[in-house]
């Protein structure tokens, strides 16, 4: 399985962004699908949760603001991120529950995001 994450980029306070993960024909096979960040020096962070049958659950720090969806006919899990802040500043990274198909987890690459004051 692999995980490409994109959509990452440069935004001001208050602005919005669009995660994208994309799965190699895979996303159907996930028990679950879920976002992290992480900033320098500290662990990666669970952000969202998106189950196998649709189920959503944020952190307290993004609830109201940020959107996990999945599209299974794109292979595709985005995060939709509104209201943004500079503390939400770090690298996303999704990450795949494929532990009945696989036996494992798998991760995609990071994307940056930042948010200016």
């Known amino acids: 399985v692999q995980l490409q994450a994109s959509g990452g980029g440069l935004v001001q306070a208050g602005g919005s962004l669009r995660l994208s993960c994309a799965a190699s024909?895979?996303?159907?096979?996930?028990?679950?699908m879920r976002w992290y960040r992480q900033t320098p020096g500290k662990e990666r962070d669970l952000v969202a949760t998106i189950s196998k049958v649709g189920i959503t659950d944020y952190v307290d720090s993004v609830k109201g603001r940020f959107t996990i969806s999945r599209d299974t006919a794109k292979d595709t899990v985005d995060l939709q991120m509104n209201s943004l802040k500079p503390e939400d500043t770090a690298v996303y990274y999704c990450?795949?529950?494929?532990?009945?198909?696989?036996?494992?987890?798998?991760w995609g690459q990071g994307t940056l995001v930042t948010v200016s004051s």
């Open positions: 990450n795949g529950d494929f532990s009945r198909y696989y036996g494992r987890n798998f």
């Open positions: 024909g895979s996303i159907f096979r996930a028990d679950a």
